[in-house]
């Protein structure tokens, strides 16, 4: 069964929009990693954020980290067409393994 | 630099039959995870294979398996193919850190 659970399930905004897609897990974890998927093909890891750090940044890319709420956010600043993908966030637990959420479909409209 | 390398691409087999799936990982990677994705879901963990055995499985049944190889090549086998096996299959590396690199998948077809 999947670890996370993505919200909006899809999301579709205007390119220089920011979009913004959240994550939930159910268990512990070491670190929350997001992932980007074009047209079901491999993924491409984006950015990983420890259990102990809240937030982080990465070029256009913006990840928070809520421990507590056992929750995660991904902000991608100033969209553009090419960033039209799914997203995924994963956690790595203490059996060192990455399990998956169910993922956002991002459209970005130019 | 070769990324991760997955074969074939695509595979049509039908129900009752056996496939085997190969993965190459990214040079210098020792760890290798398989996946499975389904249509509009999020990839799920079959098993892991390090230094050559199993390390970890996923909810999958024993119609699962794999292997690593000496050059940490791997395969994944699936016996017994049932319509529901049908999707894509990821192979993905990792080395000393957490991230992991995917291949571009296997997408299989069960008719």
């Known amino acids: 069964s999947q670890q996370g659970e993505e919200d909006p399930q899809a999301l579709s905004i205007q390119e220089g929009e920011n979009a913004t897609m959240n994550c939930s897990y159910k268990t512990s974890i070491n670190n929350l990693q997001w992932y980007r998927q074009n047209s079901g093909r491999g993924l491409v890891h984006l950015i990983l954020i420890r259990s102990n750090e809240r937030e982080k940044h990465s070029g256009r890319l913006r990840v928070t980290l809520d421990t507590s709420k056992k929750s995660s956010s991904l902000l991608i600043t100033a969209s553009r067409a090419a960033d039209t993908a799914s997203y995924f966030c994963a956690t790595l637990t203490g059996a060192n393994n990455l399990f998956f959420g169910t993922g956002t479909r991002l459209t970005v409209i130019p | 630099d070769a990324g991760v390398t997955q074969s074939p691409t695509h595979l049509i087999k039908t129900r009752g039959q056996q496939v085997t799936l190969r993965c190459s990982p990214k040079s210098g990677h020792d760890t290798v995870s398989w996946y499975q994705q389904a249509l509009g879901q999020g990839p799920q963990f079959i098993f892991q294979?390090?230094?050559?055995?199993?390390?970890q499985r996923g909810n999958f049944p024993d119609r699962f398996s794999g292997h690593q190889f000496p050059n940490y090549s791997s395969e994944l086998n699936v016996n017994a193919l049932l319509l529901g096996d049908s999707a894509l299959y990821l192979c993905?590396?990792?080395?000393?850190?957490?991230?992991?690199?995917f291949g571009s998948g296997t997408q299989l077809s069960v008719l």
């Open positions: 993905a590396s990792t080395g000393s850190n957490e991230k992991l690199f």
């Open positions: 294979y390090y230094e050559e055995e199993e390390r």
